[in-house]
């Protein structure tokens, strides 16, 4: 089963700041995040395991709750750079193999 | 690293036709996956691979695909024979441990 994002399409100025949420239903064992620009694959941006990390990579950063099986990943002063679509991909825990189920995106338009 | 490739990046066949997706993981990655995306479904696994050995392969929509790895440098998804509602983005990601890595990807297109 899909994890569900939202919202599913976000406008935003340059310098505003974003929050993109990704909720399953089932035990999460790590929550994955890509970004894909129209066009390209999808890019690694972030992973946060079981245990409850938040994790950061310059302006972006990520959180992980376990009790509610949700993520959500934060922009701060986004920039043109941040335009695409947000992908979250879950590995369920007992899976028995580390297959990621991605949610159908949140798209991100970033203007001046 | 060169990254994962793909070939070829487009592909235009005729309905009925055999098509083959060539993907070359990432060197030393273990763990080899095979998606497809498009606007309707998003992106779906379809198979995946670890050391060579096909583990899940539920997501593969029917008969009409299949998929194979001989080697730890090289795998094929083929669909034969093509439908166009087989029209789509086909991505093949390699893994070492954790993140996947994505290729270029095959926009194929069925007529």
């Known amino acids: 089963q899909q994890p569900v994002q939202s919202p599913q399409a976000v406008i935003l100025r340059e310098g505003e700041d974003a929050v993109i949420n990704c909720s399953s239903s089932k035990a999460l064992y790590s929550v994955h995040w890509y970004r894909q620009k129209h066009g390209e694959a999808p890019v690694f941006l972030m992973i946060?395991?079981?245990?409850?990390e938040q994790k950061g990579h310059e302006k972006i950063s990520a959180s992980f709750n376990e009790k509610k099986q949700q993520s959500s990943l934060y922009l701060t002063a986004s920039q043109l750079s941040y335009s695409g679509t947000y992908f979250c991909g879950t590995v369920y825990s007992g899976a028995g193999s580390y297959q990621l189920t991605f949610g159908k995106g949140t798209k991100l338009s970033v203007i001046p | 690293d060169a990254g994962v490739i793909q070939s070829p990046r487009h592909e235009v066949t005729e309905m009925g036709q055999e098509v083959t997706l060539r993907c070359k993981p990432i060197?030393?990655?273990?763990?080899l996956f095979w998606y497809r995306q498009t606007m309707m479904r998003g992106l779906e696994l379809l198979i995946y691979?670890?050391?060579?050995?096909?583990?899940?392969d539920s997501g593969m929509p029917e008969d009409r695909f299949s998929a194979k790895m001989p080697n730890a440098s090289f795998s094929t998804l083929k669909i034969q024979p093509s439908e166009p509602r087989d029209s789509a983005v086909y991505f093949c990601a390699s893994s070492g441990v954790f993140e996947q890595y994505f290729g270029p990807g095959t926009r194929l297109t069925v007529t």
């Open positions: 946060l395991l079981k245990g409850g």
């Open positions: 691979f670890n050391n060579n050995v096909p583990i899940d």
């Open positions: 060197s030393g990655h273990n763990s």
